[in-house]
Nanobody, 115 residues
Framework: QVQLVESGGGLVQAGGSLRLSCAAS????????MAWYRQAPGKQRELVAS???????NYADPVKGRFTISRDNAKNTVYLQMNSLKNEDTAVYLC?????????WGQGTQVTVSS
């Protein structure tokens, strides 16, 4: 089974930046549309950004203009550049396929934004 490992989270002040990475264990990654999701305490998981195999991207309204998703198919890795972070961006960030059935979820990476 494909394994997903997210990294790059941390504690950052409001207005700061972080770059998240998600590495997939298999090269089948390169043919699939991928996405970043986030889950805040007490809230449902939400789609943050997606990227098709050809590079087309889409963003949830709350992050448009601040977040950028990208991928490196040679490295089986998808990235999320997050700028101008806000308190409401605090969550566990996870990556997976854009469309179900999903691969097994990784541990995610915690992003905490302080004011």
């Amino acid at each position: 089974q494909v394994q997903l490992v997210e990294s790059g989270g941390g504690l950052v002040q409001a207005g700061g930046s972080l770059r998240l990475s998600c590495a997939a264990s298999e090269s089948v990654f390169r043919f699939r549309a991928m996405a970043w999701y986030r889950q805040a305490p007490g809230k449902q998981r939400e789609l943050v950004a997606s990227i098709k195999s050809g590079g087309n991207t889409n963003y949830a309204d709350p992050v448009k203009g601040r977040f950028t998703i990208s991928r490196d198919n040679a490295k089986n890795t998808v990235y999320l550049q997050m700028n101008s972070l806000k308190n409401e961006d605090t969550a566990v960030y996870l990556c997976n396929l854009l469309y179900p059935p999903f691969w097994p979820w990784g541990q995610g990476t915690q992003v905490t934004v302080s004011s």
